[in-house]
């Protein structure tokens, strides 16, 4: 069985490609490894940052390797309160909240296909639960919020957290899985909070980025050892 990971950031992919022991470099338009883990043959597609990224590389995925699972991998920013650096967020759904066409009737976030908050698949999300509360790591089943900014600034964050519930921000994950769904591809979402999305989120990010991805790194080996 072939799954596909994606990863934005390069700690993010250099983490997941050291851990899980992908070794064999691809031909392709992006940074792409592959090996096998346990019972799965696993390819690792470094996409850069941004949802035009996101939504280009699952496409791009799904018309090479028709993997049977994907996961996208990566860092946010905390919204929910309850949320510290280094805690793990799996994704229920998430939503593009900077798509504004309420001129036209619609409510914030909502795309011209009439989605808005687009979940993640079940099965996926609930082996990811499971990894993670078996590493005894902190995990919160949430909403992620994505945005082609960098959100880090307290006002807008509290705004985003308010108008569509979202407990972390992060650049791809809400495009990743709207484009995941129309092309037949089950995807889930994890996060591993950096910083809490304010005006020092910067250098949170910075200062977090490679302690988040060794997490998600394992937790997603221990995912496909299952």
Do not use: C
């Amino acid at each position: 069985m072939l799954v596909v990971i994606f990863a934005a950031e390069g700690a993010e992919a250099s983490a997941l490609r050291q851990h899980l022991g992908l070794d064999q470099l691809l031909d392709g338009p992006w940074t792409i490894h592959q090996g096998e883990v346990g019972r799965y043959g696993v390819v690792l597609i470094e996409t850069g940052v941004g949802k035009a990224a996101a939504a280009a590389a699952v496409a791009y995925a799904r018309l090479r390797f028709n993997p049977a699972q994907s996961f996208w991998v990566g860092v946010a920013g905390g919204l929910n309160p309850s949320l510290k650096p280094l805690d793990l967020v799996v994704a229920q759904d998430a939503v593009q909240y900077d798509v504004d066409i309420t001129a036209f009737g619609r409510a914030p976030g909502e795309l011209a296909t009439g989605e808005r908050f687009i979940p993640a698949d079940p099965v996926l999300t609930s082996r990811l639960l499971r990894a993670a509360l078996s590493m005894g790591l902190p995990v919160f089943l949430g909403r992620i919020g994505s945005a082609d900014r960098f959100l880090a600034d307290r006002a807008q964050a509290e705004e985003v957290r308010r108008v569509f519930g979202a407990d972390a921000v992060e650049m791809e994950g809400a495009a990743a899985l709207w484009t995941a769904r129309r092309m037949g591809v089950p995807m889930a979402l994890l996060r591993a909070v950096t910083d809490a999305a304010d005006g020092g989120s910067a250098e949170g990010f910075e200062a977090f980025l490679r302690s988040a991805s060794e997490r998600l790194a394992g937790v997603m080996r221990r995912v496909l050892s299952e």
